[in-house]
């Protein structure tokens, strides 16, 4: 299934803004959330094609959240990267052992962070 809705879960406003302006100008259509309560508004709205998803958040953090979608039926198949500043190997592995697709550090890179989001598609 091609990826065209993007769903940004990031409690930095530049980070979203800076994110959203990149999936925009690679022709995405994105949404943003500031927390995982604020993110699951929007998924029972309109279920997003894919989950750009920070970890270190207020309330619930990126791991909790991705697993929490991952184990929901109605969720599952939603994929989710993982896009933190966390850097550590056991981290990466850790957010994929939470259900998400890919995981991406801050600095993003654009063509890397277009490279996996195709790849998913």
């Not at 993003?108 to 790849?119: H, R, S």
Request: charge should be neutral; include cysteine; proline fraction near 5%.
């Amino acid at each position: 299934m091609p990826i065209h809705n993007v769903l940004i879960v990031d409690d930095s406003k530049t980070e979203l803004m800076h994110l959203s302006e990149m999936l925009k100008k690679a022709g995405y259509a994105v949404r943003t959330a500031e927390n995982a309560e604020d993110a699951r508004r929007h998924i029972e709205q309109a279920k997003p094609d894919l989950i750009l998803m920070d970890v270190v958040m207020p309330g619930q953090n990126g791991y909790q959240f991705t697993r929490a979608l991952s184990r929901d039926p109605r969720y599952a198949d939603m994929p989710i990267i993982m896009c933190t500043s966390k850097s550590q190997e056991t981290d990466r592995v850790w957010g994929l052992r939470q259900g998400a697709r890919d995981y991406i550090t801050k600095p993003v890179n654009q063509a890397e962070l277009i490279g996996k989001i195709k790849a998913l598609g």
